[in-house]
T-cell receptor
Framework: EPEVTQTPSHQVTQMGQEVILRCVPI?????FYWYRQILGQKVEFLVS????????KSEIFDDQFSVERPDGSNFTLKIRSTKLEDSAMYFC??????????FGSGTRLTVV | AQKVTQAQTEISVVEKEDVTLDCVYE???????LFWYKQPPSGELVFLIR??????QNEISGRYSWNFQKSTSSFNFTITASQVVDSAVYFC???????????FGTGTRLKVLA
């Protein structure tokens, strides 16, 4: 079964550093998402992306965050200057026209 | 406003007991989708079921069953004859038209004791 692949599975970074989380969505999917889950809390929507532009973003997704689909296969989430509170599990997801995603297995980001 | 409420924070049962996880949602949209996901200790989100707002048929899949009632805005999940491997956090989620972003509930941690 096709999978959404996220790399790395775990990343440790120093506060203030830039970090890029990478995702390879399923090849025929058109809609892409990033979600965040702070440890022990619920999963929260960050951003949706379609046709090479952001279609919706949450209040969490401030100027420190950006997304990009640089080469037609990868979908990246960049955090420009990480803060301690950015420590979380980040999930990428993709879908076709029908609602219902395939989630990646997540990247655990630890900011120290 | 759209909202998903999972009032049960944590449930503990003994193996082979049946357990029901509650989910109540709020939306003004007439077209929406409801989902259940399982999050085992390894952290990934495992898809269990999707239901659209026009299909109120209950569904059974092995030991799992789902009861969707629009009249009470509920989409409850029952595990029959629970097993230790069912121990996980279970999330209910709502998606409405537009970008179909998910609104997740806060999750219910299920502990199945041997």
């Amino acid at each position: 079964e096709p999978e959404v692949t996220q790399t790395p599975s775990h990343q440790v970074t120093q506060m203030g550093q830039e970090v890029i989380l990478r995702c390879v969505p399923i090849s025929n999917h058109l809609y892409f998402y990033w979600y965040r889950q702070i440890l022990g809390q619920k999963v929260e929507f960050l951003v949706s992306f379609y046709n090479n532009e952001i279609s919706e973003k949450s209040e969490i997704f401030d100027d420190q965050f950006s997304v990009e689909r640089p080469d037609g296969s990868n979908f990246t989430l960049k955090i420009r200057s990480t803060k301690l509170e950015d420590s979380a599990m980040y999930f990428c997801a993709s879908r076709t026209d029908t609602p219902g995603y395939t989630f990646g297995s997540g990247t655990r980001l630890t900011v120290v | 406003a759209q909202k998903v409420t999972q009032a049960q924070t944590e449930i503990s049962v003994v193996e082979k007991e049946d357990v029901t996880l509650d989910c109540v949602y709020e939306t003004r949209d007439t077209t929406y989708y409801l989902f259940w996901y399982k999050q085992p200790p390894s952290g990934e989100l495992v898809f269990l079921i999707r239901r659209n707002s026009f299909d109120e048929q209950n569904e059974i899949s092995g030991r799992y069953s789902w009861n969707f009632q629009k009249s009470t805005s509920s989409f409850n999940f029952t595990i029959t004859a629970s097993q230790v491997v069912d121990s996980a956090v279970y999330f209910c989620a709502l998606a409405t038209s537009g970008t179909y972003k998910y609104i997740f509930g806060t999750g219910t941690r299920l502990k199945v004791l041997a």
